[in-house]
């Protein structure tokens, strides 16, 4: 193979300002360029030498001194013009300064996660395989405002990202900047827009202030303090905290600002800091990463965040306006029994109650595909829209689509009514970034339920100019109405006659549905003859309490403090079965005792063993809780021979073609072959559970299989084979799965997908985990002791593998912390299916990515097929540590394809890359990568080959010099490394 070297050099630049102890220096935020809050009292402070005399001169004629305190610190308060500039500030102690081109106007500071971050540069950009055609246009209209658009009132302050979990701090980082074609690709989409309505409406200079980050929820964004207004939130601090002081020496080396999820950590590192800088008002667009955690107590935390900060603020209850989510993820028939995007909708819609806020719903300007829309205009209208109304009093007629306001029940009917329903109801549709329009069709995205809670599709229509009538004839006594209530509610269609969509709704506490009605008929296992023994053999009397509490239409079978022998139990809809403290179910170890149980969804799960200790197949409400352990005792079965691991010894828990599966709370201790496999369901939700498998060589944590609607949840998984798995062994794709703040060890792979792919992999994410090494000590031949891979995407059996989405991930010591494998095994799930065509992998994406540890030296991959590439890879804000040693012919080495061979990363040997190989890959990503060798590494960071498109943007590598970033092997197009083609 012939090789053609390109060198990307990587600058780091480091701005460290002289300063005496005498010198005087303001705040970060007050900088040249800077907007000042007009007409207002506004605070001026900054550093000096203790008792040092500072004096702040405005040029618009005001004046203050102050003498600066026994640490240094000093504030001023100046009375600030009427809009205009440009001005100055002098500021004099034992040293001058004079800060420039100072406008007065209306500052906003604009905070959230990333659709707040996501810059116009990010908005401009499409991807063929994630934007849809219709959002092109959108895309291009972001592209031309950023190229063209030049406004020397309209500035920005970007606070660079830090963390301070302990701490607040009192210092930032950043710099104010005009819009301009040079300058508006760093500028805040959403905040842009903002901006550029109050620019237009108001003529006057705006300011604004950015305060964002990605993937963040919104605990870490609360004060210390404002956790302590109550038991629950106080023990969530309490709890989170004790874990970040454990971890706080090695969060501040190796990932300090990496991943901020403990309380407080970015009100302290970014908010703090910016606090009491004169503003107008905030905007906040935030709640994505709420939606898989605490989504119920969002309005509550929210509410405390908002009012801590005005609080902190001391500018009384200023003007607080949100974003609520927008539609996203592919539409979903029917209706859900509880999902947390539209639940955090909900509790955004209740935040309402709070004085001085607004909410910009947004359920109508999203995108399947994308979570971060494209079209920010009119997040940015909808926004200024409360501002121009409330603040600035100009004549708008409404401010927001209708907000359910109050409900009565007439009979089989419930009569709702709307606040903001502006001239009155309609029913109509937006095309992208078109006016709204009415379409006189009936009302979509209404149910009811009654006491029992099963929602239905529901009739309704609009009977006043505020008013909608809501009905189903299943339903004669409702209870409870909700409307648009699904990620995407695809159709939902009640608009004001001013264009403005209304918002998601419950008219109810919304709860998760479980197999059992609020007081559930309770079956004793120990009242059907099982004995607490652990010798006595109870399944006839467990299976007798499951039969009877499901024929009398469910109910909670309770398994009670002791021991408890079992062979197979068979578990039936509705039906509960619960672990009180200290309840131990103990396997048997007898195959006698385990029943074959064939299934009748064909996969290749048919080659393995039909045998397991729960089973359940076709049944609807099923779920196993408690705080209690389920031991199968699979260390007591003899070991199998290699070529019959399968087949031999039963699963622990084996679900097939079941719907709403629920287990939580329980310990999983020790199965004789997979400790879960859940076949063919739809909605699946773990949460809560400790597993523990080192009994046999297949050992693996969870398998979701052929699954849709799955959320994994809070779990602590310690396996000897894979960790938590995604598989596609029959003909049906493995959907729609959230893996979120999981502990995860393995001695094998900690989270994966494949390595069956028949039936393909969609819309699956891992976010908010740790992958640790395991403390098991049984030895497997091929497995490591810390783990081979860490995160592993596979897809070898044919499929299409798309919208992978892994963020927010600590990875320790594995050998491959990150390996995709796209592969061409082509394995049939059953003899009498046609051979399977090649699959399809597109849109993987990684960020926010910490890899620690120092034992793998295998480096991460990304492989494709020739002729087949990956398609649509992006990597941002990827921090690896790595242990080095790698030589110049390591880095030279030549990778073969095998392209049927089993996709474990170890196969591949020493990659010639001490970061990431990428080969057969197109439309390829990458930004904010930090690399850390702690020996010397004569390799490149990346090396590509048959790469087609790809982008580099801010690479950092502590490595030997000399070193090329990356090398550009043979076939490569359209290579951008960081502006050099």
Avoid at 11 to 33: H, N, Q, R, T
């Amino acid at each position: 193979m012939k090789v053609k070297l390109y060198e990307l050099i990587a600058s780091l630049l480091i701005f460290i300002p002289f300063s005496g102890m005498a010198d005087v220096k303001p705040a970060g935020l007050f900088a040249d360029g800077m907007v000042i809050q007009r007409e207002t009292t506004a605070p001026v402070w900054g550093t000096a030498e203790a008792g040092e005399k500072v004096s702040v001169t405005a040029s618009w004629g005001e004046t203050a001194a102050v003498t600066a305190g026994e640490k240094g610190k000093w504030m001023v308060k100046l009375q600030t013009p009427s809009a205009g500039g440009p001005h100055s500030l002098t500021i004099k102690g034992n040293n001058t300064l004079e800060i420039k081109d100072v406008l007065s106007g209306e500052v906003w500071f604009c905070s959230g996660q990333s659709n707040m971050a996501f810059e116009l540069k990010m908005l401009a950009k499409t991807n063929n395989h994630r934007t849809e055609n219709r959002y092109k246009p959108a895309a291009a209209y972001v592209k031309q405002e950023m190229e063209t658009a030049r406004d020397e009132m309209l500035r920005q302050f970007t606070v660079s990202a830090n963390t301070s979990p302990l701490e607040p701090l009192e210092t930032l980082s950043g710099q104010w900047m005009s819009s301009s074609p040079q300058t508006n690709p760093d500028f805040s989409g959403t905040a842009y827009f903002f901006g550029r309505e109050l620019r237009k409406e108001l003529k006057v200079p705006v300011g604004l202030i950015l305060c964002a980050w990605g993937a963040t929820r919104v605990e870490p964004w609360i004060p210390a303090e404002a956790y302590q207004q109550d038991e629950e939130m106080t023990l969530y601090y309490q709890n989170n905290m004790v874990q970040e002081e454990e971890e706080s020496a090695e969060r501040k080396a190796t990932r300090r600002g990496w991943r901020p999820t403990a309380p407080s950590t970015i009100f302290n590192g970014m908010v703090k800091p910016v606090i009491p800088y004169a503003i107008k008002g905030a905007i906040w667009y935030q709640g994505e990463a709420n939606s898989d955690h605490n989504p119920n107590k969002y309005e509550r935390n929210f509410r405390a965040m908002i009012s801590s900060w005005r609080a902190h603020w001391g500018q009384g209850d200023f003007p607080f306006y949100f974003a609520q989510l927008a539609n996203y993820a592919k539409p979903a028939p029917g209706t859900l029994a509880f999902d947390g995007w539209p639940t955090v909708c909900d509790q955004q819609r209740r935040t309402l109650g709070l004085k001085n806020t607004g909410m910009a719903v947004l359920r109508d300007i999203g995108e399947a595909r994308d979570v971060h829309p494209h079209n920010k205009m009119d997040v940015g209208k909808r926004l200024a829209l409360w501002a121009l109304k409330n603040d600035y009093k100009q004549n708008i007629p409404v401010c927001s689509g209708p907000l359910y306001k109050s409900h009565k029940i007439k009979g089989d009917k419930m009569i709702i009514k709307f606040d903001s329903a502006g001239s009155g109801l309609m029913t109509g549709e937006k095309p992208v970034m078109e006016a709204t329009r009415e379409t006189k069709t009936p009302l979509k995205h209404f149910q009811v339920c009654g006491a029992a809670r099963q929602w239905k599709s529901a009739q309704a229509e609009i009977s006043e100019k505020d008013t909608v009538t809501v009905s189903h004839p299943e339903v004669p006594k409702p209870v409870a109405v909700r409307y648009a209530w699904a990620p995407n509610p695809e159709g939902a269609n009640l608009y004001n006659k001013e264009g403005l969509p209304a918002s998601t709704f419950t008219t109810g506490a919304e709860i998760q549905a479980t197999a059992s009605s609020s007081s559930p008929s309770t079956y004793n296992i120990e009242d059907y003859g099982a004995v607490a023994d652990g010798k006595t053999l109870c399944t006839t009397a467990i299976q007798n309490a499951i039969d009877e509490c499901n024929k009398a239409g469910g109910g909670q079978v309770v398994v009670p403090a002791g021991k408890f022998l079992t062979g197979t139990i068979v578990l039936k809809s509705k039906v509960e079965l619960h672990l009180q403290k200290d309840a131990v179910l103990l396997g048997s170890f007898d195959l006698k005792d385990y029943p074959v149980k064939l299934v009748k969804y064909r996969s290749y799960t048919d080659k393995y063993t039909d045998k397991s200790l729960i089973f359940a197949e076709e049944q609807e409400n099923i779920s196993i809780t408690g705080s209690g352990m389920i031991n199968f005792q699979g260390e007591k079965f003899p070991p199998s021979p290699r070529r019959n691991w399968y087949k031999t010894k039963p699963f622990g828990i084996r679900v097939t073609s079941c719907k709403n599966v629920t287990v939580t709370g329980v310990t999983l201790r020790n199965s004789a072959m997979w400790m879960q496999l859940y076949l063919n369901c739809d909605g699946v939700h773990v949460e809560g559970i400790t597993v523990w498998n080192h009994a046999q060589r297949c050992n693996d944590g969870i398998d979701i299989d052929s699954t849709r609607n799955v959320k994994i949840l809070n779990c602590k998984i310690d396996a000897l084979d894979d960790g938590i798995c995604m598989k596609s062994t029959g003909p049906d794709p493995t959907e729609n799965v959230l893996v979120s703040d999981c502990v995860v060890s393995s001695r094998c792979n900690a989270l994966k997908t494949g390595t069956e792919s028949t039936g393909g992999f969609k819309n699956i994410r891992f976010t908010n985990c740790k992958v640790v090494p395991s403390k098991g000590t049984m030895h497997v031949r091929g497995h490591q002791e810390k783990g081979i891979g860490g995160v592993c995407i596979g897809a070898v059996d044919g499929g299409v593998c798309e919208d992978i989405t892994v963020d927010n991930i600590t990875i320790e010591g594995t050998l491959a912390p990150i390996f995709v494998r796209l592969g061409k095994r082509n394995r049939r799930y059953h003899p009498d299916v046609e051979i399977l065509k090649d699959g399809t992998m597109k849109n993987i994406s990684f960020s926010n990515i910490t890899v620690t540890g120092g034992t793998h030296n295998y480096g991460c991959a990304f492989l494709g097929l020739p002729g087949n590439p990956i398609k649509g890879l992006k990597l941002s804000n990827i921090n690896i540590e790595s242990p080095g040693g790698g030589t110049k012919k390591d880095g030279e080495r030549v990778i073969k394809e095998l392209a049927g061979a089993y996709p474990q990363a170890t196969y591949w040997g020493k990659l010639p890359a001490y970061g990431f190989f990428v080969r057969n890959a197109d439309d390829v990503e990458i930004e904010n990568v930090r690399f850390t060798n702690i020996q010397k590494d004569e390799r490149p960071a990346f090396v590509l080959e048959e790469v087609h498109g790809s982008i580099f943007r801010n690479i950092e590598t502590k490595s030997v010099t000399g070193t090329p970033l990356v090398t550009i092997r043979e076939n490569c197009k359209d290579i951008d490394l960081g502006g050099k083609k």
